[in-house]
């Protein structure tokens, strides 16, 4: 069975701490990986992984993923408050059916 | 450019009664899915379809049914709600080249 596995499920942070989610799947035919952030409505999609070793980067946000070991991180540099949210990870594991496979999620909250 | 539109936005059900949540989208996707949110699971597929006329199960489809006539418009109907059913729905759609699902505002569903 396809799974998508999050750690940890929930973390506190201090303004300006740099902080690693991490997502480990699972899949049979593995196709891309996807962070998305949930701040109380729809999530919204930050990045999209398919190669190994190649980092993305928005601002203080940077993803890379590793499809040896099956897992992608999420780096966040010098959070700020607006970084407290639900980070999403999903993973794409049949071409062509639009289907993602998320996992839990990881609830970070950025204290002041 | 509206993007992903779910209507209604809240909704209180007594149990045993049905009802469609409205999904559209105006992105002329292919892909379109629904996704239910429950505390500490992430969000996990009910129903996705490929193009109109084609739909298929996701991981939780018990007692829920959808149809896709057109490319824009995907509904979810509840036949017969249970308090088990009380979660947030979320509508997604995609093309079929990357997989970024673009989200609607979501609808949370009591059931008394």
């Known amino acids: 069975e396809d799974k998508v596995v999050q750690s940890p499920l929930s973390l506190v942070v201090h303004e300006g701490d740099t902080v690693t989610l991490n997502c480990s799947y699972e899949?049979?035919?593995?196709?891309?990986l996807l962070w998305y952030k949930q701040e109380k409505k729809a999530p919204t999609f930050l990045f999209m992984l398919?190669?190994?070793?190649i980092e993305k980067k928005s601002g203080r946000l940077s993803s890379i993923l590793d499809k040896k070991e099956l897992f992608s991180i999420l780096n966040i540099t010098a959070t700020q408050t607006g970084d407290s949210a639900v980070y999403l990870c999903a993973v794409e594991a049949r071409v062509n059916t639009g289907k993602l496979i998320f996992g839990q999620g990881t609830t970070l909250q950025v204290k002041p | 450019n509206a993007g992903v539109t779910q209507t209604p936005k809240f909704q209180v059900l007594k149990t045993g009664q049905s009802m469609t949540l409205q999904c559209a989208q105006d992105?002329?996707?292919?892909?379109m899915s629904w996704y239910r949110q429950d505390p500490g699971m992430g969000l996990r597929l009910i129903h996705y379809?490929?193009?109109?006329?084609?739909?298929d199960q996701g991981e939780v489809p018990n007692g829920y049914n959808v149809s896709r006539s057109t490319t824009e418009d995907f509904p979810l109907r509840l036949l017969s709600a249970a308090p088990s059913q009380t979660s947030v729905y979320f509508c997604?759609?995609?093309?079929?080249?990357?997989?970024?699902?673009?989200f609607g505002a979501g609808t949370r569903l009591s059931v008394l």
């Open positions: 398919t190669s190994s070793g």
């Open positions: 899949v049979t035919n593995f196709r891309s």
């Open positions: 997604a759609s995609t093309t079929g080249g990357l997989n970024i699902q673009y």
């Open positions: 379809s490929v193009g109109a006329g084609i739909t």
């Open positions: 992105m002329n996707h292919e892909y």
